[in-house]
């Protein structure tokens, strides 16, 4: 049975740095289907569309050559060849991700090429519709959360790392508005797929997230 393992949950809960660490010690591949997303909402913003223009951005999407590759182990997000895998992590991208994720076009197109990235072998993939959509079937999925208020603390610290001094409650509310749309939006909305196993990370630390999740794994596909 090939290894497929679903995380999803919303913004800051770590997902992306807890699903390369889990899958660094399973030894399969990581996909951050975000990073997809993000790839496609820098091409709207670069090709100047109004990014609530439902018909202009499903023809972005139609147009936007994007895959994903891997140079020793990690993920590289490509948009038409060019490696935008950190042009991809401003706040402008973050949020227009946010936006052009709602139109079904997109998801439509984004779900199909991570399907087939996922037929390809074993693979830990992460986002917001995994378990409920791209890996519906996978017996293996995990919704991985925190408070709002953790979460928020979390990404003000990496901001303060980054030289980056936005007021924590700003950051709170950004992180709000994208749960919101992620929550709210019509088509496939975040939320837990009824057999995931929920993950609060509020209370613990990286290193504790991660061994629960190579224990849940193993507990599904055995040791590895
Ligand atoms: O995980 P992230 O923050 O990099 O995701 C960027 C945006 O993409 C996020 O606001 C929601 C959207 N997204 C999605 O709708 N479905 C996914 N599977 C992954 C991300």
Redesign the pocket.
């Known amino acids: 049975m090939p290894m497929n393992i679903a995380i999803?949950g919303p913004?800051g809960a770590g997902?992306?740095s807890i699903a390369d660490a889990v899958a660094g010690k399973l030894g399969i591949l990581h996909l951050?289907?975000?990073?997809?997303?993000?790839a496609l909402?820098l091409y709207a913003l670069r090709s100047g569309v109004e990014l609530t223009d439902e018909a202009a951005v499903s023809a972005c999407c139609a147009q936007a050559d994007i895959a994903v590759g891997y140079a020793d182990g990690r993920q590289r997000t490509l948009l038409s060849g060019e490696d935008v895998s950190d042009l991809?992590r401003t706040g402008e991208v973050?949020a227009a991700?946010?936006v052009?994720?709602?139109w079904p076009a997109v998801?439509e197109r984004?779900v199909a090429l991570?399907q087939e990235l996922a037929r390809k072998g074993n693979m830990l993939i992460?986002?917001?519709?995994?378990g409920t959509v791209?890996l519906a079937d996978s017996p293996c999925k995990i919704y991985l959360t925190a408070s709002a208020e953790e979460r928020a603390r979390r990404r003000y610290l990496q901001n303060l790392e980054k030289g980056d001094n936005t007021p924590f409650e700003d950051v709170l509310a950004a992180l709000n508005a994208?749960d919101a749309?992620?929550m709210g939006?019509a088509v496939?909305p975040?939320r837990q797929a009824e057999d995931a196993v929920l993950v609060d990370s509020t209370d613990m630390t990286r290193e504790e997230v991660v061994d629960a999740i190579v224990r849940i794994v193993e507990g599904i596909y055995g040791k590895q």
């Open positions: 999803d913004v997902k992306s951050d289907t975000g990073a997809m997303y993000r909402a991809i973050s991700a946010s052009v994720s709602k998801r984004m991570q992460d986002g917001r519709d995994i791209v994208r749309q992620d939006r496939s975040l």
